[in-house]
């Protein structure tokens, strides 16, 4: 008569014990993880200078405004300063360059390059050139002010040849816009 508890049935016993166990192990569900705790970020406030139209719409004039960021990088002070460009000028002496209630133009910074996706409204103005070079001086000196070379313009994400009478095939420089 053979012994049941020989060596072979012992180790093999073990051996099933073992996988037995880590079957169990694989087939449990993994634990959930910790919901991340959502700090809010504090903002800050920062002074921008922001470029508007005078009265006969022939020259640019300079209001020095704030604007709460969370972020102080270039990317975030350039859209900021777009977004208080777009709500209009704090003082009567200037003239927004755009209708109330326009969307303020996307901004986007490659290395000392910017590049500003204006909305489509934007080609439906009908300003006439001076308007125009007005609308897009102003929006370039108010990007250029601290920092970047030129600005590039596009309209709803595409390259456009024109916004109304102006050639937009070329950036915007600060000397493009210094008669102003």
């Avoid at 700090?39 to 922001?50: C, D, G, I, P, S």
């Amino acid at each position: 008569m053979k012994r049941l508890f020989s060596l072979f049935n012992v180790v093999t016993l073990l051996l099933l014990l073992a996988a037995y166990t880590a079957y169990q192990t694989v087939q449990k569900p993994p634990a959930k993880p910790d919901a991340p705790k959502l700090q809010l970020a504090q903002q800050r406030e920062v002074k921008v200078k922001v470029y508007y139209s005078d009265a006969q719409v022939q020259k640019m004039k300079a209001e020095t405004r704030t604007v709460q960021v969370t972020q102080e990088n270039p990317g975030a002070l350039a859209q900021a300063a777009l977004n208080v460009w777009a709500s209009g000028p704090s003082t009567a002496d200037n003239l927004a360059v755009v209708p109330k209630g326009t969307a303020a133009p996307r901004v986007y910074i490659r290395g000392a390059h910017y590049f500003v996706d204006l909305p489509s409204a934007y080609q439906n103005l009908k300003y006439g050139s001076s308007g125009e070079r007005i609308l897009l001086c102003t929006l370039t000196r108010t990007l250029l002010e601290t920092r970047g070379e030129d600005v590039t313009f596009l309209v709803n994400g595409q390259d456009v040849d024109t916004l109304g009478h102006l050639d937009l095939r070329e950036a915007f420089t600060r000397q493009d816009c210094a008669d102003q």
